[in-house]
Structure formats: C-alpha cells, structure tokens
C-alpha cells in the first residue's frame, strides 16, 4: 500500500504573500509567463473534435476517459485498479461551466479524522509518451498537501501506488510527475520524482520546476490541467520532456537544454540568465516508463472536525494532445506528438 507522503514545510509568509495579492487580482489560474513561441502552444487537441467530450473515449489516441455522468459510482471506481479510503468518494452535482454534464466527483476529507483518498489505475501496457487532461476544483477553506491528478511509472508494474517519500529514484524503479497547489496560498508548480532529481544530500523532495509566484489556483472555480510527459530515449540519453498547460495555456515545458533557469535545492526557477535546464534522464532501463495515474486528494492540515473535499472531473488520458473541453467541434489539426 502507498505510504502517507511526508510533510514538506510551507513556504514562509513573506514568500506567499505577493503571490497571494496577485492571484486576488488575476481571479483566475493564470502565469505571467505563457509560452506562445513554443511550439507546443499551437497544437490543437483531441478535444477540439469532441463538443463536450462526447465520444472522445472512442478516438484511437484515447487510453482512458472518464466524465462521472454516464454509470452509477460503483461502476465507475471499478474502473481503477486501487481506490484508497473508499468511503471518501461520491458524485457531486457539480461541473466545469463548459460541460453538459450533471456530476464530479468528490473526494472528501475530514480534519483528524480522514486525509482523503486516491483512485489509481494502471495502465495495460507501457507508454513512452503520454497527455492526462482533468478538472480540478479546489473549494474554499480546506488545505491541500497533495491534491491533484498524478502521472508515472513503475518496474515492474503494480496494481496499488508505492510510497518511497522523500527517497531518489534509481532509474530503474518509478517515476512520478504531478501539477499541484504546493503552499497555502495555492501556488500551482511540478512535484517531481526521478533519478536525476535534485536535493539532498540525506532525503530528496518531489522537485519544484516552474517556481512562478503568479501562477496560482483560485479557490472554488473549475481548472483545466493538462500534463504532457515524454520519456527519454534512448535511455542514456536527456532528451525526456515535461509539459503543462493550464486552461489551455502553455504554461511550462521543460527538455534538453531548455529553459535556462537555476537550481536552488530541488526547485528550478526558469530565468533567461541562468543556465540550460540540462533535460530530464527519467530512466536508465528500457523497462521503467508511463504506465499508472491517479486522482488523490491528501490533506493533513485541516483542524479537528473540518470537511474538506477536492471535485474532478473530464479525466482524459491519450497519447496525443487533449485540450480543454470544446463548444463546438474543430477539424483535426497540429495533433502530432511532441518530436522525437
């Protein structure tokens, strides 16, 4: 079974609070850094073709979609290989504005009773190059240690999540990407695991790779996530990639010797005076690539008694770009993998 991810201490008050007059004034999850010149900013996605992500799990691209509207939730947890703390899911009438349907789901927590819970699934074979689109609401009130959807791989494969907190992968064993809310003001940034990972010298933390003040989550409202994780071949090689993109807006892509930036511990903040970013070695066995995600909601702050609860909603998993949730259709276009 997962172990309970350790506490990482917040970031000091001082550090949060221009972050949090800045998102009060963006109302919205937003980065003063979008990336149009990248090359990834002009793909258009999957979903472009799929009004409402109607039909979308039939696209061949698709590996897995799931709106919480179409079976009872028995069904649909079913569906993941591993569903922690069971009682704490339900379906919620709730939804992004753009979607026809009805329900999300909700994963509940319950201050020194509850910390949440974690739907996983593995995934039937390995994949080199993978996009995983969600929903994410984050309400009002509550706190949120590790509260997100994760993407990443284990050798061999498993049908439960592992723990491993705070220890470097060798390059043989896992992998492990998220996008999530990474202080208390809601400061949305990577928390990755893998073997070239910085930190240390005794306990290495998920690393921190976009470190923007300015990109911050507003409480209450409907985000669109969408990570990209392309693996590193051949293996000797640091040709891996990282992507994000936020509602649409390509907000971080990190690979070979792009961006320039520097490191402090294990955080990474781009900065066009700093050095290449050197590229991501995910692995130095063939046998380790993308083969599980999950949705969790992890919350270990919340006083006695509170109820506390994260919704998601439209997860999509493909191997092609996805995009957020469309109105009308579009005809296919830029959806070709990121280059080799």
């Not at 492990?176 to 910085?198: C, K, Q």
């Not at 990570?227 to 907000?251: I, Q, R």
């Not at 590229?279 to 599980?292: E, K, P, S, T």
Request: proline content about 9%; charged content about 15%; glycine content about 10%.
């Amino acid at each position: 079974m997962m172990d309970a991810p350790r506490v990482r201490p917040r970031e000091p008050l001082l550090k949060i609070l221009p972050a949090l007059l800045l998102a009060m004034l963006l109302g919205s999850c937003t980065s003063d850094r979008p990336l149009p010149q990248d090359p990834l900013a002009a793909q258009v996605g999957l979903a472009a073709q799929y009004p409402g992500d109607a039909g979308i799990e039939r696209d061949p691209a698709v590996l897995f979609a799931e709106d919480f509207d179409h079976a009872p939730l028995t069904a649909i947890l079913a569906r993941f290989s591993d569903r922690k703390r069971p009682a704490s899911f339900s379906l919620a009438h709730d939804g992004p504005s753009v979607s026809p349907g009805q329900y999300a789901l909700k994963i509940a927590s319950v201050g020194g009773v509850s910390t949440g819970g974690t739907l996983y699934k593995r995934l039937a074979k390995n994949y080199d190059l993978l996009y995983f689109r969600y929903y994410v609401k984050y309400p009002s009130g509550g706190t949120y240690h590790h509260t997100a959807g994760w993407l990443g791989g284990y050798n061999p494969p498993t049908d439960w999540p592992q723990g491993h907190a705070g220890i470097r992968p060798s390059g043989n064993d896992r992998l492990s990407i998220a996008a999530e809310p990474v202080d208390a003001n809601g400061r949305l940034d990577f928390y990755t695991y893998w073997m070239g990972m910085h930190g240390g010298p005794v306990e290495y933390w998920g690393n921190f790779l976009i470190h923007d003040p300015s990109l911050v989550f507003s409480r209450d409202r409907w985000t669109c996530i969408e990570v990209m994780a392309k693996m590193n071949d051949p293996v000797s090689a640091f040709n891996g990639e990282l992507a994000l993109w936020v509602d649409d807006t390509l907000v971080s892509h990190l690979g070979a010797r792009f961006p320039a930036g520097h490191w402090t511990g294990g955080i990474f903040t781009p900065d066009r005076s700093g050095e290449p970013f050197e590229g991501f070695q995910w692995r130095h066995d063939a046998g380790l690539a993308l083969n599980w995600f999950w949705l969790q909601h992890y919350a270990t702050a919340d006083p006695t008694g509170y109820a506390g609860a994260a919704l998601f909603d439209h997860v999509v998993l493909a191997t092609n770009r996805i995009g957020c949730l469309a109105h009308t259709a579009t005809p296919p276009a830029n959806l070709n993998p990121v280059s080799p």
